[in-house]
């Protein structure tokens, strides 16, 4: 795990690569995962990890309302630097047992 954890903090500093951390203790999660891809200037498309085989989308009422959830998420996250140190204090940690 402190590999994993430690591949996150190196793979963070890219500057193409905006990682946060949405702690628990912030009263928000959600059970499955999401993506939303920007395919060019007008082309979006999403994708809804969910049994058995996931879910696509890309009408705009459904981007547009997996978009917000997205934003939402992402106001309530850590920023990215407190992201990293937040996830490099969990590698420390782990060494330290």
């Known amino acids: 795990m402190q590999a994993q954890l430690n591949h996150l903090v190196e793979?963070?500093?890219?500057?193409?690569?905006?990682?946060?951390?949405l702690p628990l203790a912030r009263g928000m999660?959600?059970?499955?995962?999401?993506?939303?891809l920007h395919?060019?200037?007008?082309?979006?498309?999403g994708f809804i990890d969910v049994p058995p085989n996931g879910h696509f989308f890309e009408g705009?009422?459904?981007?547009a309302h997996?978009?917000?959830t997205f934003e939402y998420f992402q106001a309530a996250a850590l920023p990215v630097k407190e992201s990293r140190d937040y996830i490099h204090q969990l590698a420390t940690d782990l060494e330290k047992h």
Do not use: C, F, K, W
């Open 11 to 21: 793979m963070s500093e890219r500057p193409n690569l905006d990682l946060q951390v």
């Open 29 to 36: 999660s959600m059970p499955y995962g999401i993506t939303l």
């Open 39 to 45: 395919l060019g200037a007008s082309d979006r498309v």
């Open 60 to 63: 705009a009422d459904e981007l």
């Open 66 to 68: 997996h978009e917000r």
